[in-house]
């Protein structure tokens, strides 16, 4: 498959690649869902948990495919779809991270936002003030290659029997096509 990937920041390194899932051929994303746990709601906070595509076909009409990669146990999934309307699609993102705390409770990723093709930015989960916190600029498709269509996670996922610090998502990758 011919395109181009598009990564977001490296703020922190915890856990596993998963593995690279992609839409059908001929489909790419025009959204996502977000798994997330509310930050809050436990001593040890995760937040983003996973991310997986909402394929479409190119005239629009939705895909039951939901590319995921790896995505951690806890939160619950949330819609997130741009704005339907002529020609729409995903072709960028941002991605906020709380960098590494020490002796702190580490929680990754935090807030999604994302772009769609004739509508620009809109958000999947907004950014809380969690203090030093990291947003990346928007990280934009190639106009060669302006449609996301496949996916790649880093996922801190500790076995059950360990109690850890856990933070869930750290990174991602979307490939373009």
């Not at 181009?4 to 839409?23: A, H, L, P």
């Not at 798994?35 to 991310?51: A, F, L, Q, R, V």
């Not at 999934?77 to 020609?87: I, L, M, S």
């Not at 990723?109 to 990291?134: E, I, R």
Request: hydrophobic share 30%; glycine share 10%; aromatic share 12%.
């Amino acid at each position: 498959m011919r395109g181009q990937w598009i990564k977001s920041n490296r703020v922190t390194n915890f856990g596993d690649w998963g593995r690279v899932e992609y839409c059908p051929s001929g489909q790419h994303a025009i959204g996502v869902m977000v798994k997330y746990e509310e930050i809050g709601s436990t001593n040890d906070h995760t937040g983003i948990n996973g991310i997986a595509l909402l394929c479409a076909f190119r005239d629009g009409r939705p895909s039951p495919w939901t590319p995921t990669s790896s995505v951690a146990p806890w939160g619950e999934w949330k819609d997130c779809n741009c704005p339907e309307g002529r020609d729409y699609y995903l072709e960028g993102f941002q991605l906020c991270t709380l960098p590494p705390q020490g002796s702190g409770d580490d929680i990754s990723a935090f807030a999604f936002y994302m772009v769609c093709h004739t509508f620009g930015v809109h958000y999947c989960l907004h950014k809380a003030n969690l203090g030093d916190q990291y947003c990346s600029d928007l990280i934009m498709c190639p106009q060669e290659y302006p449609r996301i269509c496949g996916i790649r996670t880093q996922v801190e996922d500790p076995p059950w029997y360990v109690h850890t610090d856990d933070t869930a998502l750290n990174n991602v990758d979307f490939f373009c096509c």
